[in-house]
């Protein structure tokens, strides 16, 4: 019931305006990411401690076998002078042993932590808050956004948000914190070692921040390949009976191929560059090492550093900040996946909620069904007017019937009665208010909707007759059923009202598939029913089935019907012809066909249509 549409792009906001907001995510499970950190802290800590042991333990075997002099103790241990060797070494190694379990401990305490964090905590309450904002977005966002764009955000891009937190901003901070505390141990073993050791660390950084500049555009054009790649399964799997029909499913793999080719390469392209880029941050690492040999040696030879304490701590600090380095590259390339996706989810949740209720709106849980159209017309955004002028006053229990071709602005009119949209100039008024200071469930819980191809849900009979109203009881929707000519074929079904329908209802006949949207319809016991074409994709006898449906749903009720075939049109207390969004004609059929115009020629047309099949008929007949 909504025609398609274009939306102003709004202008995106720049990276750093992103951080902060990923910031600002984080700080809502800031409790979670201290924790997490406190354990990393412990972690960092435990391994300083079990490396500074080990030196010790080094130190004391030279001491006891060459009677060189121990080095500084960082831990302030007092070794016992009487126990023998063997027996300080035995503590030595116990602690090592303690730390490396308590270690052992606490990292699936932080696994399970981060679990905890960014799964079942960020992951899922960002993925429904997406989720609820698309619930209020008005058709406007739906019809600018394809299916597979929408499914990619809710699912891959939340996922992108998520490594924010746990791949960059709580690794960011663990790697700062940890390589400040390894700079500062190592310089207080030996500050010139320490400079000599570190000299390439600022390539290291520019060599980070160009890669990150030359990566971004990359993973935006592979987000693209993704989103064209899930349209394409999308609309494959959706028209696969049309495929098939046509013959076309070689034509249909090579279209999915070819989009997931380019995908592939793609990512390819990204994989040769960050595997490039890993391994000259690893080689710069390793050039470290290479200066730490040397020198270092130099310094233990001379006796200006321990072995033990100096040296193979220095070494074991060295190599613990060259990974912690080496995490860049990860980082760097996790801070890119996560800004393309932020982006993308952040634009769902900025996108403008067009059709929302008004301060203080006006509840009426039950209207009369009174509708007026004051001088009302809607345009999309930057475009002509599709319904123009419209004035139009609908007492209770009338039935209206809307005649016009194909972009007249018949669903579009009746789109405004449940503020699928808003007008840009006039007013419609249900019961006297103007629809926009009403609430707006109370207006749409009052509004039953019956579409030309209705969607039925995986779930059972009764469930999808009673999705508007799910507390109704089985008697009210077994009533509602019989009032649809449904109850019959319902209880045919191999578990009745508790058969399970499969994707689409295609089991089902479209017959019986409107007659099931007529029932959800009535469950509601609507004030006013809203008819797009519902008759359009059926068959003639089907259709007499169906009106009789009908006919028994409107009693009583305000009803705007979107038609085309004169059986229908005749059942309408008056008509009203839209010809460019404007009301060409309006009157009751018997007035219409009197008179020279667009509903007489759309009757006339459709008669000789009758009167040759009725004919044809005759002929067959007589044969």
């Not at 739906?142 to 299916?147: G, R, V």
């Not at 690492?285 to 701590?313: I, K």
């Not at 709106?361 to 017309?377: D, I, M, T, W, Y």
């Not at 009803?559 to 404007?582: N, P, Y």
Request: charged content about 20%; aromatic content about 8%; glycine content about 8%.
């Amino acid at each position: 019931m909504h025609a398609a549409s274009g939306t102003a792009a709004a202008t995106p906001p720049d990276n750093r305006a992103l951080v902060r907001r990923l910031f600002g995510l984080a700080w809502r499970y800031r409790l979670h990411c201290l924790q997490v950190l406190g354990i990393q802290l412990v972690l960092l800590t435990l391994g300083i401690g079990g490396l500074s042991i080990t030196g010790l333990g080094i130190d004391f075997i030279r001491h006891k076998v060459d009677g060189a002099p121990l080095g500084a103790n960082p831990l302030h241990l007092t070794l016992p002078d009487a126990w023998p060797p063997l027996g300080v070494l035995g503590l030595l190694a116990g602690l090592i042993l303690l730390f490396a379990l308590i270690r052992a401990g606490l990292n699936y305490t932080y696994a399970v932590s981060v679990n905890r964090l960014v799964q079942q905590k960020l992951v899922v309450d960002l993925r429904g808050e997406v989720y609820d904002k698309l619930q209020r977005l008005s058709f406007r966002f739906f019809d600018a956004n394809s299916t597979g764009s929408i499914i990619t955000r809710v699912t891959g891009d939340v996922q992108s948000v998520r490594m924010f937190v746990d791949q960059v901003l709580i690794q960011s901070v663990i790697m700062g914190v940890s390589l400040t505390a390894y700079v500062l141990y190592m310089a207080s073993l030996s500050p010139s070692l320490t400079v000599a050791c570190l000299a390439t660390t600022p390539v290291l950084w520019l060599m980070s921040a160009a890669f990150s500049r030359r990566i971004q555009p990359a993973y935006a054009h592979n987000r693209t390949l993704v989103e064209k790649m899930v349209q394409v399964l999308a609309e494959n799997l959706t028209g696969a009976a049309v495929t098939k029909g046509f013959g076309r499913e070689a034509e249909a793999r090579a279209k999915f191929d070819a989009a997931n080719q380019a995908c592939f390469d793609q990512q390819r392209d990204i994989f040769w560059s960050v595997s490039l880029f890993s391994p000259a941050v690893g080689f710069l690492t390793r050039v470290n090492m290479m200066v730490l040999l040397g020198y270092g040696g130099w310094l233990v030879a001379h006796d200006r550093l321990p072995l033990g304490t100096g040296l193979v701590v220095f070494a074991g600090l060295l190599e613990q900040f060259s990974g912690q380095v080496n995490n860049v590259a990860s980082i760097v390339n996790s801070v890119q996946q996560s800004l393309i996706g932020a982006r993308r989810v952040f634009e769902i949740l900025d996108a403008p909620v067009e059709v929302k209720n008004a301060p203080g709106a006006l509840r009426r849980p039950k209207l009369g069904g009174a509708v007026r159209f004051e001088h009302v017309s809607f345009a999309y955004a930057g475009a002509e007017a599709v319904v123009r002028e419209i004035d139009l006053d609908v007492r209770p229990g009338q039935c209206v019937a809307i005649l016009g071709a194909t972009g007249a602005g018949k669903s579009v009119l009746m789109s405004l009665i449940p503020r699928f949209f808003d007008p840009t100039a006039g007013r419609v008024l249900l019961d006297g208010h103007d629809v926009r200071t009403l609430d707006l469930d109370d207006v749409r819980r009052n509004i039953g909707l019956v579409f030309q191809e209705s969607f039925l849900f995986s779930h059972t009979v009764a469930a999808n007759i009673a999705f508007g109203h799910p507390e109704a009881t089985r008697a009210q929707v077994e009533k509602a059923a019989r009032i649809a000519a449904a109850h019959d074929f319902i209880t045919a079904l191999p578990s009745g009202y508790d058969t399970l329908l499969g994707e689409g209802a295609q089991t089902l006949s479209g017959g019986q598939r409107q007659r099931l949207a007529i029932a959800r319809a009535v469950l509601l016991e609507p004030a006013i029913m809203l008819l797009d074409d519902p008759t359009a994709a059926i068959d003639s006898e089907t259709e007499h089935g169906i009106f009789e449906a009908l006919d028994r749903a409107i009693a009583g009720r305000t009803t705007f019907i979107v038609a085309h075939r004169l059986s229908t049109l005749r059942r309408a207390d008056f008509i009203i012809v839209l010809e460019d969004g404007r009301i060409a004609q309006r009157g009751t059929h018997a007035e219409l066909m009197r008179v020279p115009g667009p509903y007489l020629r759309v009757a006339n047309l459709q008669l000789v249509d009758s009167r040759e099949l009725a004919q044809l008929k005759l002929a067959e007949g007589g044969a």
